[in-house]
């Protein structure tokens, strides 16, 4: 079972509060940036679930060459990190917008239990990383027997 720990919240509020700031435009140059500063501090969007023996994480990263993502696991983080090649002009086109942006992402999560590292898997499928993370043995929930005496 996981344990709330005030601080650490805490500390991940002062990091969203520091993010809205900076995605505001304060200490951030002007000009384009991949997605909006609104949603690039929460590149890639997630789904992240979980059962009694693995984790679940879904990533959206549309237009993002799988061999341009990558994937790190340190204790209880997963990184995904990759980046979005820039738009390539050809001679004498005419671009009349240009709105999907590009540039680095990285995205860390926190997991709720110690995970086995010789047990995941990843896989990038129509714009989608789906990554399974199998829960070490001591991180399982147990089922104790209750005798009667």
Partial sequence: MATWD???EL???RR???EAFRGAGFGRPFGPTFLSP???RRFPLVNFSEDEGYIYIEALVPGVDPKDVDLSVLRNTVTISGERKPFVQSEGQIVH??????GKFSRTL???TDIDPGKITAQCKDGIL????AKAEHAKPKKIEIKLS
């Fill in 6 to 8: 005030v601080f650490k």
């Fill in 11 to 13: 500390d991940n509020l």
């Fill in 16 to 18: 969203e509060i520091d």
């Fill in 38 to 40: 609104v949603t690039s």
């Fill in 97 to 102: 917008r240009s709105e999907l942006g590009s």
């Fill in 110 to 112: 926190e997991l709720p």
């Fill in 130 to 133: 789906r990554i399974a993370l």
